[in-house]
């Protein structure tokens, strides 16, 4: 939600924000496919990209060949930490992808759907919305309006979202979810953000349907 170093040292450009944003959103095909396909079929669509992406993360660390390759090519969307040899650290977008794989195999589908959604809607657009009007901060790339924009697209995607038994009770449970979700990303946890957003959502929504719809998974 601010503005963070990219592969000179300097702050990502907000065209490259937007351009990785974009990446971002993209990702809500995964979530949207889910919900039409068995998970035997997604995951066997998932997980061999996902194969392919560690792969990748290891020989970009091990091969100087590829790591000027991922640099040349993937420059001005990197964090620091992204490009940096010096620490092996995976990027967004592999964390992203093994955030989904694990919610598909470990949660009931619509608690992973929505999950998913959050982190590919909500987490995105609170990022965008802080870099470009974020004028106070409490926390490192953490601003009071990424914070609540985060929460109301939350809400927007609980509320769009499939649902169980449409009741207001089920509304409620993704409302509070949405509202634990928000806390724990603006807590800047040590793990990836795109690890823990859909980790911490699914086991919220989990939770909070097994609490109040005893029996339902």
Same mark, same amino acid.
């Given at each position: 939600?601010?503005? #963070?170093?990219?592969?000179?040292?300097?702050?990502? #450009? *907000?065209?490259?924000? &937007?351009?990785r944003k974009l990446i971002h959103y993209s990702s809500?095909?995964?979530?949207?496919?889910?919900?039409?396909?068995?998970?035997?079929?997604t995951l066997t669509v998932v997980i061999p990209i996902?194969?392919?992406?560690?792969?990748?993360?290891?020989?970009?660390?091990? =091969?100087?060949?590829?790591?000027?390759?991922?640099?040349? %090519?993937?420059?001005?969307?990197?964090?620091?930490?992204?490009?940096?040899?010096?620490?092996?650290?995976?990027?967004?977008?592999?964390? &992203?992808?093994?955030?989904? #794989?694990?919610?598909?195999?470990?949660?009931?589908? *619509?608690?992973?759907?929505?999950?998913?959604? %959050?982190?590919?809607?909500?987490?995105?657009? =609170?990022?965008?919305?802080?870099?470009?009007?974020?004028?106070?901060?409490? !926390?490192?790339?953490?601003? /009071?309006?990424?914070?609540?924009?985060?929460?109301?697209?939350?809400?927007?995607?609980?509320?769009? !979202?499939?649902?169980? /038994?449409?009741?207001?009770?089920?509304? %409620?449970?993704?409302?509070?979810?949405?509202?634990?979700?928000?806390?724990?990303?603006? %807590?800047?946890?040590?793990?990836?953000?795109?690890?823990?957003?859909?980790?911490? !959502? =699914?086991?919220? &929504?989990?939770? *909070?349907?097994?609490?109040?719809?005893?029996?339902? /998974?």
């Open positions: 939600m601010t503005d #963070t170093p990219g592969n000179s040292g300097q702050p990502i #450009t *907000l065209k490259g924000e &937007l351009y809500a095909a995964i979530p949207i496919g889910y919900f039409f396909l068995e998970k035997k079929i996902l194969a392919a992406m560690l792969i990748f993360e290891i020989l970009k660390y091990n =091969s100087k060949s590829v790591h000027a390759l991922y640099t040349k %090519l993937f420059s001005y969307l990197l964090r620091e930490h992204e490009y940096d040899t010096r620490r092996i650290r995976i990027n967004g977008a592999t964390w &992203l992808l093994l955030a989904d #794989t694990i919610c598909i195999i470990a949660f009931p589908k *619509l608690v992973a759907i929505t999950a998913m959604l %959050l982190l590919s809607m909500a987490d995105s657009s =609170s990022a965008i919305v802080g870099r470009v009007y974020a004028k106070k901060h409490y !926390a490192p790339n953490r601003s /009071f309006i990424g914070s609540v924009t985060f929460f109301v697209v939350g809400v927007i995607i609980v509320l769009a !979202a499939p649902k169980y /038994f449409y009741t207001p009770t089920e509304y %409620l449970i993704g409302i509070a979810a949405v509202a634990g979700t928000t806390i724990a990303d603006a %807590l800047s946890l040590p793990a990836d953000d795109n690890l823990t957003i859909p980790i911490v !959502a =699914s086991v919220l &929504l989990y939770v *909070l349907y097994m609490f109040f719809f005893p029996g339902i /998974f």
